[in-house]
């Protein structure tokens, strides 16, 4: 370690309480910025949690897949778990009271497919065997068909056509909603099989059921061992590492497979960060560096303060290593020596103090948030080595900008400017002369403060900067945190207006232009 690293250490060691706020102020910077990567990533795992309890744990759909294409899925590297479903068709419900539900909708999952897809029960067990059935609540409680655990289901099973021979040829599923004229079925079900099913247990009313669907889903086992090389079915697939190419991968994957019909979970990869829409990447980046840069002002304007200080206070012995060779290169690097000192510090203890801070946050907020965004996962802490990463860089570069005009300055001292002070105190009378409207309005103390301020610009005017940017700062967050509110409003009410005017008793004869 040179001469000019010792004497800032034991700078530092002398004045302990200037070192102990700098730290401090430093640890807190570090912890927001922490809090900030902590959240944006552990916002993003909420989500996909969520996303993957509505509509199931998978990130890519294959459609109409047979056995050797089901073998080559399984064979890729970048597979981490496949399961299979396979929709058999529609079955009248008997005695259905909902005109626009009147029919069964049966589908086959295999056993990974129950663990993976979001299957509920409410009472009973999964079917394990192909003549084994559960069923939906809704059928009970919309259609008011009492059903139930160990009852018997004899269904004719077949696909869903329109009556018009002009539409003979186009198979309706549960996106296409009932077609009906003054309450008469304009629909056939042909192709029919018998099947009969015992019932084993009910389950809550799907999530991937759409509200329009014409049928109650019920869910039979799928036994692969029977599929036959002719036979279709639909391969969900979970893969291992997921990023911006698996829109290209999965199409190659598709066409060397001879798939032609394939299905991403986009709104599960776009939490991921992975999407094809820039806007909604953009957005979410812009907020967490909006709340970085918010961050990094204040922070710069505290830290700041505290090395303008130091300076300040070591310009004698700076100008004294002057006068005996000292370079500019080395008295400005005495200073950014002090800050890696207080960076290697302060750094480990604000991630620290901002992951337990945010820990204790989510605690907190957890039933709060999940009643504001209606999600049936909770907050947990995610820290991955990216949100350290971005949390240490923007750290130590608001370190590095506090302390570089401090530096800067430090550089030009010289020997007599630092017997002088003439860069921070004034003694010329015009510059530390005040009115006597001060004396009068504040008291000699006043005047004399006010003398003290004149003396030592560089100090007042940095705490000054400090609280200018402590107002601008909060107003800003004010702002900002007020319209994200309403846009969040906005999106969670269905209104697509900005003003609503409800009126009445309006005479006939008012103008309405």
Excluded: C
Aim: net charge neutral.
């Amino acid at each position: 370690m040179n001469i000019m690293n010792k004497l800032t250490l034991r700078t530092l060691k002398k004045n302990k309480r200037r070192t102990v706020i700098t730290i401090i102020g430093v640890i807190i910077s570090v912890a927001m910025i922490t809090a900030v990567s902590t959240i944006v990533v552990s916002f993003m795992d909420l989500f996909q949690r969520e996303e993957m309890a509505v509509s199931g744990k998978w990130h890519v759909r294959y459609k109409d897949v047979n056995k050797n294409q089901l073998e080559d899925i399984l064979e890729d590297a970048n597979t981490k778990h496949v399961f299979i479903t396979r929709d058999l068709g529609y079955a009248e419900l008997e005695g259905s009271k909902n005109e626009y539900k009147p029919y069964l909708f049966l589908q086959e999952f295999n056993m990974t497919a129950f663990r993976y897809f979001p299957v509920r029960l409410i009472e009973g067990r999964l079917p394990l065997a192909p003549n084994e059935v559960i069923i939906s609540q809704h059928i009970k409680d919309n259609g008011k068909v009492k059903l139930e655990i160990g009852d018997s289901l004899m269904i004719e099973v077949g696909e869903r056509f329109y009556e018009d021979p002009d539409f003979d040829d186009v198979k309706l599923d549960q996106m296409w909603s009932l077609n009906a004229l003054d309450g008469q079925n304009l629909e056939k079900i042909v192709n029919s099989s018998p099947m009969k099913f015992t019932i084993v247990g009910i389950m809550e009313r799907p999530n991937w059921e759409p509200f329009t669907a014409p049928g109650y889903t019920i869910v039979t086992y799928l036994n692969e061992a029977n599929l036959q090389p002719g036979d279709q079915f639909d391969v969900y697939v979970f893969l291992k590492k997921v990023n911006r190419s698996v829109f290209s991968d999965v199409e190659a994957t598709a066409k060397e497979l001879g798939i032609k019909d394939v299905e991403l979970n986009e709104i599960l990869l776009r939490w991921y960060g992975i999407t094809d829409d820039d806007n909604f990447n953009s957005f979410m980046f812009s907020i967490a560096g909006i709340l970085m840069m918010i961050i990094l002002v204040g922070s710069v304007s505290l830290i700041y303060n505290a090395f303008a200080i130091s300076v300040s206070e070591r310009a004698r012995y700076l100008g004294m290593l002057s006068s005996v060779g000292a370079t500019k290169k080395q008295k400005r690097n005495s200073v950014f020596f002090e800050g890696i000192v207080i960076g290697l510090i302060s750094i480990p203890i604000g991630i620290l103090a901002g992951i337990l801070g945010i820990g204790a946050t989510f605690l907190f907020l957890n039933s709060i948030l999940e009643d504001a965004l209606g999600t049936t996962q909770s907050l947990r802490i995610i820290v991955t080595p990216w949100s350290l990463l971005v949390a240490i860089i923007v750290s130590f570069l608001t370190i590095f900008i506090s302390a570089y005009i401090p530096a800067k300055k430090a550089s030009k001292i010289s020997a007599i400017d630092a017997i002088r002070q003439t860069q921070d105190v004034k003694l010329t009378r015009k510059q530390v002369n005040t009115s006597k409207f001060i004396r009068k309005l504040f008291g000699f103390e006043g005047e004399i403060g006010l003398k003290n301020l004149k003396r030592n610009k560089r100090r007042y005017q940095a705490t000054v900067l400090s609280l200018v940017i402590s107002i601008v700062l909060f107003l800003s967050i004010a702002y900002f945190t007020n319209n994200l509110q309403k846009a969040y409003e906005m999106t969670i009410s269905d209104r697509m207006y900005d003003i609503h005017v409800m009126f009445s008793g309006v005479e006939e004869n008012v103008d309405q232009r």
